[in-house]
């Protein structure tokens, strides 16, 4: 590891990282790992855009790693004394960086702390309750869809993909830093919900269901999305309040959980804002 200014950050000195034994990278790569990020607090983050994407809303890292033949981008340039900014040698880089191809910039971020009772804050309320999802692209999405629509917030239910995945992060584009998310259990959240009075959601192929633009989305709700393979779990089913149905032409059986999940949350935006 060796220190220098670096021509393209006039006035920042940084240090170069020329082994994959440095403390900071042996931190990045360790944040791989699931249990590492929640035991640290900590997320990993790759690519400019989503780098970007967080930066922009408010999120301030704790670390900023850039490969050694990248130029610096200009929303790097407002950021704190306190973040260290270190570059890295390509070779180092590309073993530390999660991606195969890694677009030359890496950062880490402590993880919000959200407690479920901030997802009751809007009137009335539209909570995202994600089941067991398996693909972390497909939560991601999720939790994009459900900030664009104007949803309150995200609760991730036991046996769910880690909203905190590199691949989940991507997919949500920064989302995961705008919506509140917060992880608990069934139990836990139909208490919530019951004292809010916000009533609970699922769907179902069931074509006796009502009709998902029929339903009244205008009220207090926390909609269901289940495993992409087996659904919603019997428990959650038993408790919902209501269920709907998105029907279908053709041979199509089911729509991918993140389509089914967009479409609902788009319909709930159309019926409260027009």
């Known amino acids: 590891m060796r220190g220098g200014q670096d021509r393209r950050s006039p006035g920042r000195c940084m240090t170069i990282i020329t082994s994959l034994q440095n403390q900071h990278v042996k931190l990045y790569r360790c944040l791989e790992k699931r249990k590492f990020r929640k035991k640290l607090g900590l997320i990993p983050l790759e690519g400019m855009r989503l780098v970007a994407d967080v930066l922009q809303r408010g999120v301030v890292p704790e670390i ?47 993880k919000p702390e959200v407690v479920l009772e901030e997802l009751f804050g809007q009137k009335p309320a539209l909570i995202l309750v994600v089941d067991r999802v398996q ?17 309150s917030g995200a609760v991730i239910l036991p046996q769910t993909v880690d909203p905190t995945n590199p691949k989940a992060l991507r997919a949500s584009m ?9 992880e608990t259990d069934f ?36 909609v269901v999305v289940g495993n ?10 038993a408790a919902a309040d209501a269920a709907v149905t998105i029907p279908m032409s053709g041979t199509v059986e089911s729509l991918n ?14 019926q409260r804002h027009g």
Not at 84 to 93: A, C, G, L, M, T
Not at 174 to 182: D, E, I, K, Q, R
């Open 174 to 182: 920064g989302a995961y830093f705008t919506l509140p998310v917060v």
């Open 135 to 151: 693909d972390p692209g497909n939560l991601g999405t999720m939790l994009r869809s459900a900030a664009a629509a104007g949803a």
């Open 64 to 110: 900023i790693f850039l490969r050694e033949n990248v130029e610096q981008p200009a929303f790097l340039h407002a950021l704190p004394a306190q973040t260290k900014i270190f570059r890295v040698e390509s070779s180092i880089f590309d073993q530390a960086a999660f991606t195969e191809s890694p677009q030359g910039i890496l950062a880490v971020v402590k």
């Open 257 to 270: 959980a993140a389509i089914a999940m967009s479409v609902l949350f788009f319909e709930a935006a159309r």
């Open 228 to 237: 992409e393979g087996s659904g919603i779990a019997a428990e959650i089913e």
């Open 187 to 222: 139990p836990r959240l139909q208490q919530a919900l019951q004292r809010q009075q916000i009533l609970l959601v699922t769907t179902t192929t069931n074509s006796d269901a009502c009709v998902y633009h029929r339903f009244d989305w205008t009220r207090p709700l926390a």
